[in-house]
C-alpha cells in the first residue's frame, strides 16, 4: 500500500481542531455533541491509520468496533440527557444550565 | 492515493460545514455524509469489518438518533446567536500548526515504517483476535451497553401514580 502515515496524521489533527472548535464555540447541547463525533472520528483515523502503519490491520479492526460501540453509548445518553433537559428548561442553551450557581 | 486525498477531502468539507450551518438539521446529515467518508476511507484501508459497522452504525443509527433528536426540540436554531467570529483566529492558528509540523515534524514519521512491522510476530483474523486476545473486552461492551440502557431508561423515569 502506498498510504502514507503523514498525509493521514495530517488530517486526523485536522478534524480534531475542527471538533473542538465547535465545542469552544458553539451554545447549542447538539452542536457540542456533534463536535464530540468529530473528535472521535478523528480518533478513529488515527487508529486505523496506526494499523496500517505497523500492518496489522486486523488489530485496529477490533479495536474500532469498541470505538464505534462506546461512540453510540455516548450519543444516545448524551441525546437523552439534552432531550430530558429540554422538556424540564424549555432550552437547549448552555448557559441557561445554571441551576447550581449559589 | 488520489482516492485516499480524495476522500479526505470529502471528510473535511463534511466536517466544516456539520460546524458551521446554522440549522441542527443540516448539521446531523453533514454528519452522517462524513461517516459515509469515513466508511469508505475505512474500506480503502482494506478494513471492511469496520466499515461495514461504522457505515451501519455511525451513518445510520447516529444520524437517526440525531435527527429525532432535532425533531423533538422545537424553534431553538433561531433563538440561540451564536458568536463564531470571536474564535474565528482559532482555525488559522491550526492551520498554521499543520503546516509548520507537516514541513518539519512529519517526514520522520516515514521512519517508523518498517521499524515495528518486526514485533508483528502473527497475523491472525479478526474473528481470532476478538475471540482469543480480546476475548475479555466482550465483557466490557456488554456491560457499557448494559449501562447505557439503564441510564436512559433512569432519565426517562415515568413514576406510576400513588
Redesign the interface.
Known sequence: ???????D???V???F???A??M?????L??Q???L??IS?SA??AV??C????????????I???I??????V???G??????N?RLNQ???IKKLNNLRG | MTYHLFLYLIITIAAVMAVMHKKMLSSAIMLAVMSIGVSLLLFNFNAPWAGVFELSVCAGLITVLFISAVSLLKKEDELLKENYAKFIILPFISIALFILGTIYFMPYFEYINGYTKTNVSENLSLGEIIWKNRGFDLFGQITILATAVFVIKSIFYKRSDL
Open positions: 500500500m502506498s498510504f502514507t502515515f503523514s498525509l496524521f495530517l488530517f489533527i485536522l478534524l481542531f475542527i471538533g472548535y465547535c469552544i464555540v458553539s451554545r447549542n447538539i452542536k455533541l456533534i463536535g463525533e468529530i472520528k478513529l483515523i486505523i491509520s494499523g496500517a502503519l505497523i500492518n496489522n490491520i486486523n488489530l485496529a479492526q477490533a474500532i468496533i469498541t464505534i460501540l462506546v461512540e453510540v453509548v450519543v444516545a445518553t441525546l437523552a440527557l439534552i432531550v430530558k429540554y432550552s437547549i442553551d
